[in-house]
T-cell receptor, first 111, second 113 residues
């Protein structure tokens, strides 16, 4: 039962353009949604999160949008930089329960 | 302050052997969660410990076990290793109530031959 899904295994974007990573979920009880970034041989690094009571959260170049009616969230990175090339994981939790992760999307920023 | 520390970082085992991985959470954190990462499967939840008690458990066979000590350090053990157990095993320390964030270590890369 995959409660959090990232349907795009990979995404390629030109440097300076916008990167949009998508995530869908099935459990309407989730109250926190997070994005993590992961480089090979390293642990995931927290990027940004959003509470279910909000529809947008922004932190520098990173913005997360939440559409509860569609059970969909997205991460926008503007402008994209070469150092943004990594695997991005979407995750969600309900209260103090476990954090549930998607399968990840490999983002490649091309010069 | 020091982050989450996992040891060993890399190890190679053969089928049928057992392995023990260690995790020291951020000082003061009392909860430790373990995840398995394999290509295409994302991060799969193994278990969570809080104050030496298992609080949550994922859908893994009984060969996967863990424990937490009074100093919050945690170990996970995998017995009778199979080729499919090759993965990056990640430990995470508590979570931030403001952001929902879990704090991850760098992981232990297990290769089963």
């Amino acid at each position: 039962d995959q409660q959090v899904k990232q349907n795009s295994p990979s995404l390629s974007v030109q440097e300076g353009r916008i990167s949009i990573l998508n995530c869908d979920y099935t459990n309407s009880m989730f109250d926190y949604f997070l994005w993590y970034k992961k480089y090979p041989a390293e642990g995931p690094t927290f990027l940004i999160s959003i509470s279910s009571i909000k529809d947008k959260n922004e932190d520098g170049r990173f913005t997360v949008f939440l559409n509860k009616s569609a059970k969909h969230l997205s991460l926008h990175i503007v402008p994209s930089q070469p150092g943004d090339s990594a695997v991005y994981f979407c995750a969600a939790r309900k209260g103090a329960q476990k954090l549930v992760f998607g399968q990840g999307t490999r983002l490649t920023i091309n010069p | 302050k020091a982050g989450v520390t996992q040891t060993p970082r890399y190890l190679i085992k053969t089928r049928g052997q057992q392995v023990t991985l260690s995790c020291s959470p951020i000082s003061g954190h009392r909860s430790v969660s373990w995840y398995q990462q394999t290509p295409g499967q994302g991060l799969q939840f193994l278990f969570e410990y809080f104050s030496e008690t298992q609080r949550n458990k994922g859908n893994f066979p009984g060969r996967f076990s863990g424990r937490q000590f009074s100093n919050s350090r945690s170990e996970m053990n995998v017995s009778t290793l199979e080729l499919g157990d090759s993965a990056l095993y990640l430990c995470a320390s508590s979570w931030d109530r403001n952001t929902g964030e879990l704090f991850f270590g760098e992981g232990s890369r297990l290769t089963v031959l």
